[in-house]
């Protein structure tokens, strides 16, 4: 990715101190960029900049975006990972439960882009790429809060490409499936060994087989990639 010509591209990682961001800030390492990542506890890994951020204040967005430009420069590569669950059945979510999930999804994703795109507009140049779910397109009992969040993710991208596509910005939206990290080490045993059941490859994936797509959609080969939905499933949406 870097050449001695041209300076490193910067990516930004929202929730890039553990579980997919971290794999995806990883990647983005190892592929030659320089990294940023948003964290409101922990660090990010070895070689990025951890700056501070609660996605669902505005103004902490602003001030983590200023930073990172300040110390490695406009940011080229944003990748909108960040993401909560708060499962419960309709009958049983409460006005916080559906809010919270949505204002950190949806609202998050929102916050960040609106503050990157400023300089992608000027700059003529960016990768915008949403951290979406198999549950947004596929529906889940007991996720009505977390499945509305993260569908709304394709027609937000689907309407950035519309809005900023002839600037040379792409915005593409990835559906992870079921990946080993905190998120889904929550979920009971049972429930772990039926969804391995009901997985074509009859496994979850590493956090990195995401991270791998993620760069992927950032490079130079996905330059005329917008407003697609990829999912990293092992098949259980069937590519929906
Ligand atoms: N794991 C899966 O199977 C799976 C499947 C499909 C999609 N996804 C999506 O992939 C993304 C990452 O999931 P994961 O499994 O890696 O989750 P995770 O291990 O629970 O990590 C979530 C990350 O999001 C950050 N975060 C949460 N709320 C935030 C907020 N208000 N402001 C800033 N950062 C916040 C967390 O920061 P803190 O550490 O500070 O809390 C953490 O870095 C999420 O969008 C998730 O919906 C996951």
């Known amino acids: 990715m870097t050449t001695d010509s041209a300076p490193a591209r910067v990516v930004l990682v929202t929730g890039g101190n553990r579980g997919i961001g971290r794999a995806i800030a990883e990647r983005f390492v190892r592929e030659g960029y320089a990294v940023a990542v948003t964290a409101r506890s922990g660090e990010g890994p070895e070689g990025t900049l951890t700056v501070r951020a609660d996605v669902t204040d505005a103004a902490a967005v602003d001030a983590a975006f200023t930073e990172v430009e300040d110390k490695l420069g406009p940011i080229d590569v944003l990748v909108a990972n960040a993401g909560i669950t708060k499962d419960t059945l309709l009958l049983r979510m409460s006005e916080d439960d559906f ?60 309407s950035l490409t519309r809005e900023l596509g002839a600037r040379n910005i792409t915005a593409n939206v990835v559906a992870p499936g079921f990946i080993e990290t905190d998120m889904t080490a929550a979920l009971p045993e049972e429930t772990q060994a039926e969804y391995k059941r009901s997985i074509p490859a009859g496994r979850f994936a590493a956090a990195d087989e995401v991270a791998g797509v993620v760069t992927w959609l950032a490079s130079d080969d996905a330059a005329y990639i917008s407003g697609a939905v990829i999912p990293v499933d092992g098949g259980l949406g069937m590519g929906h």
């Not at 949403?130 to 889940?140: A, D, R, T």
Request: charged share 20%; net charge positive.
């Open 99 to 158: 809010d919270s999930v949505v204002s950190t999804n949806l609202g998050g994703t929102f916050r960040v882009v609106k503050r990157a795109s400023k300089n992608m507009l000027r700059r003529k140049y960016g990768r915008v790429i949403l951290i979406s779910s198999v549950v947004g397109l596929y529906g889940s009992a007991g996720q009505i809060n977390y499945a509305a969040s993260k569908s709304a993710l394709v027609g937000f991208a689907r």
